[in-house]
């Protein structure tokens, strides 16, 4: 069996409403993460594993190029938001990914409506900016645990010689 392309799987801001909408109309059930996925590692890979565990359908939001360097810094992403986006599409249990610009997923959250939004375990939900609009769609936030030992940071420090 063939599968079909990532590049299927990369929506545009603009579509996912409508995406949505339809995926509603089945009966199935979003759910949600969102993050910089930049340097692709093994925590990232068990967190979205997990999360597409809890969905029917798994969509993931990720920070553009300009908003990654907003909130991490002129160095980073490491990687292109292109290069980003299509790592994370080319992952079999991830069904839709879109970019987002603003420093937090709000605006995307208030457009899909998730069922269920997913973050890491270094997060707590009443910390959350995401809160109030998940709850306010009739959805719920779930942490999932870190997978030890895995970072982006210290990926970064580690070529770096830290």
């Given at each position: 069996m063939k599968?079909?392309?990532y590049k299927n799987k990369i929506i545009s801001f603009n579509k996912i409403e409508m995406i949505c909408k339809k995926i509603r109309q089945e009966g199935k059930t979003i759910v949600t993460t969102n993050g910089c996925f930049d340097i692709l590692h093994?925590?990232?890979?068990?967190?979205?594993q997990k999360a597409s565990e809890l969905s029917?359908?798994?969509?993931?939001?990720i920070n553009s190029q300009d908003s990654v360097r907003r909130i991490k810094g002129s160095d980073r992403p490491i990687m292109s938001?292109?290069?980003?986006?299509s790592v994370v599409a080319a992952l079999?249990?991830?069904?839709?990914c879109v970019i987002f610009d603003e420093d937090t997923p709000i605006e995307l959250l208030k457009t899909i409506k998730p069922d269920i939004h997913i973050?890491?375990?270094d997060y707590l939900p009443d910390g959350l900016i995401e809160k109030k609009v998940i709850e306010d769609n009739g959805g719920v936030i779930m942490i999932l645990p870190l997978v030890a030992g895995y970072s982006t940071t210290?990926?970064?420090?580690?070529?770096q010689g830290r």
């Open positions: 599968v079909e392309s093994l925590g990232h890979v068990e967190y979205l029917d359908i798994l969509i993931v939001g938001e292109q290069g980003r986006v079999g249990f991830v069904d839709y973050k890491g375990g210290s990926i970064i420090e580690k070529l």
